[in-house]
């Protein structure tokens, strides 16, 4: 089955807030790293924010200041506020069981959910 479920994508004005939940089959501190990376229609799929085994974090710079990386036991969490109708996008859940610490690469990461749909409109 599924190591990773993502939900908590829908549409919402710009300004508005959601929180997206990623599912994990195993414990979250399994994995070394886990990640929210983002896809828009015929762009490249771009790192959001890492959360390391130890809790540390990096943001991607559009990130920074309105994005909440988080996690407990059994899921992984993305706060996002003052969204903006650029964070438009599919949003997937991603783990490393080994690397990806520090990195905000997709190729950096084993494991991945199947994306919740995010659409904010102006």
């Known amino acids: 089955h599924a190591q990773l479920v993502e939900s908590g994508g829908g549409s919402v004005q710009a300004g508005g807030s959601l929180r997206l939940s990623c599912s994990v089959s195993r414990s979250t501190y399994y994995y070394n790293s886990m990640a929210w990376f983002r896809q828009a229609p015929e762009k490249e799929r771009e790192g959001v924010a890492v959360v390391n085994r130890s809790g540390s974090t990096r943001y991607g710079e559009y990130a920074k200041g309105r994005f909440t990386i988080s996690k407990d036991n059994a899921n992984l969490y993305l706060q996002m506020n003052s969204l903006k109708p650029e964070d438009t996008a599919m949003y997937y859940c991603?783990?490393?069981?080994?690397?990806?610490?520090?990195?905000?690469?997709?190729?950096?990461?084993?494991?991945w959910g199947q994306g919740t749909q995010v659409s904010v409109s102006s």
């Open positions: 991603a783990a490393d069981p080994f690397g990806g610490a520090w990195s905000l690469l997709p190729a950096d990461f084993r494991v």
